[in-house]
């Protein structure tokens, strides 16, 4: 609701591989979708300004990375190096490799407006641009590749198609060990894999 009212323009598309879950979101007047959200990403003609809010428990840029670069290279996932705890905040393991972070050591409001000096809950300034972190990280043989996640609304963000597009050419035009990582200025998500021609 919040990034629908903001919306000025354009047309907001929420994608979903369970109808069920479409019904209230087209009642108040998105278009929908019944797909697998990376199946629409690879399918649908999608613009390169257009914007991409993920809003489900995947590393939404890492699956599509994934299954775009898989068909023309030897693409494997791989686990994300535990040495990389001493350079990011209160880091949490998950599934398949991937690494969580967080400035955060409380939960964080749903509704957080992401102010851009402070934090809303210490109102201190934040000690880093997660983002940024994730970009500059140094692990010995791999190369970092951070895509920006942007307050859309308060409690929302997203990146439009073309950050996905620069990440593909970027890492697509190489080989060897990488990081990619989705993050806004508080929190994001990592992902290791390897590339060989």
């Given amino acids: 609701m919040a990034l629908q009212k903001g919306v000025k323009e354009g ?3 929420v994608v979903d591989h369970h109808p069920e879950s479409l019904k209230p979101v087209r009642a108040i007047g998105c278009q929908t979708t019944t797909m697998d959200a990376i199946t629409f990403l690879r399918a649908n003609q999608i613009k390169p300004d ?3 809010v993920p809003a489900i428990p995947l590393h939404v840029a890492f699956g599509w990375l994934r299954a775009v670069i898989k068909s023309d290279s030897q693409f494997k ?3 994300v190096p535990g040495s990389i705890g001493s350079q990011i905040p209160n880091p949490v393991w998950g599934d398949n490799g991937r690494v ?3 400035i955060a050591t409380f939960r964080c409001p749903d509704d957080c407006p992401e102010p851009n000096n402070i934090c809303t809950i210490t109102q201190k300034p934040r000690p880093q641009r997660l983002w940024k972190t994730l970009a500059n990280l140094h ?3 791999f190369k970092s590749v951070c895509i920006v996640s942007h307050q859309m609304a308060p409690g929302v963000g997203g990146y439009q198609y073309k950050a996905l597009q620069q990440s593909r050419q970027v890492i697509q035009g190489d ?3 990488f990081l990619l990582s989705t993050a806004c200025k508080c929190h994001g998500v990592i992902n290791a894999f390897t590339i060989t021609k």
């Fill in 11 to 13: 047309i907001i598309t």
């Fill in 50 to 52: 257009d914007w991409i």
């Fill in 77 to 79: 996932e791989i686990t």
């Fill in 100 to 102: 969580y972070t967080s």
């Fill in 139 to 141: 692990l010995p043989g």
């Fill in 175 to 177: 080989s060897g060990k």
